[in-house]
């Protein structure tokens, strides 16, 4: 199979090469390249079982790869001494499938959660710093009491979002953010993404199924396939990669609805 290169001259977050998953006998990944660029969105896409969750938790140091490296901010995490791991980690905002939030904790209490561990704030300031984040995620402030079994689902995904921005990351890592949501909801969402990637200069990294998320917000996509990743280029040119899963996916009904769709916006 050929497998589609690309080069970019901006600067690099995350370099992933020649990276080996395994667990036990199951080979998830093997020989698999990916780059992220600063101020870029990304969207990760694959079908179910390809490690797309997995390559994220990789990419971040929460396992450690079997073969192959994965460099972090220039950095590869499991070398270096716990303060200066946690230096790096802490410009890495996480929102993690269905919001991860904790429930017996208010909107508030979760995003200052981050805060009180990795900062000197009172509890004060760390109030008033979730407030602004919490208004960053564009929910209003008679949320900041609730619990998260008090929101919706999309609330419930903005509020996790606040808290990933807590800490003012560089980069965002987002895994599967609009799954569940009504097609409002979603489009809502992706809007706010790429409005904060604009106002805050962020990085993106997105595990997505979307379709329209894919069209509507990213700079690049990245298809994991064959346990490695065969393309990652502009949607346009992934469309017309020659992969049975890349034309199933995108030249399907839903695809070529997709397509269609913001063929028009």
């Known amino acids: 199979m050929t497998i589609a290169v690309t080069t970019d001259t901006r600067e690099t977050l995350v370099a992933v090469r020649g990276l080996r998953s395994q667990f036990g006998e199951q080979v998830v990944h093997d020989d698999l390249d990916l780059d992220l660029y600063r101020g870029e969105i990304l969207g990760v896409v694959g079908g ?33 001494p716990p303060a200066r791991r946690v230096a790096i980690e802490r410009r890495c905002g996480v929102l993690f499938q269905n919001g991860a939030l904790f429930s017996s904790l208010t909107v508030s209490e979760n995003v200052r959660v981050p805060l009180m561990e990795h900062t000197s704030l009172s509890v004060h300031d760390a109030r008033r710093v979730a407030a602004l984040k919490i208004a960053l995620a564009d929910l209003g402030p008679e949320v900041r009491q609730r619990y998260p079994a008090e929101l919706s689902g999309g609330m419930r995904k903005r509020a996790a979002l606040a808290r990933a921005l807590a ?15 009504d097609p409002i909801a979603a489009d809502s969402f992706d809007q706010l993404i790429r409005t904060l990637r604009d106002a805050l200069g962020l990085t993106v990294f997105m595990i997505t199924h979307d379709l329209d998320s894919l069209h509507a917000i990213c700079d690049r996509v990245a298809v994991l396939a064959h346990q490695r990743v065969i393309v990652a280029d502009t949607l346009d040119k992934v469309e017309r990669f020659d992969d049975p ?21």
């Open 167 to 181: 800490l003012d990351p560089d980069m965002l890592f987002l895994d599967e953010p609009t799954s569940g949501l």
């Open 48 to 80: 179910s079982g390809t490690g797309k969750s997995v390559l994220l938790r990789t990419i971040l140091g929460l396992r450690r790869p079997d073969a192959g490296s994965v460099r972090l901010l220039g950095e590869n995490l499991h070398e270096l």
């Open 245 to 265: 899963w890349i034309r199933d996916y995108f030249q399907g009904a839903r695809g070529r609805a997709a397509e269609a769709i913001h063929a028009l916006t």
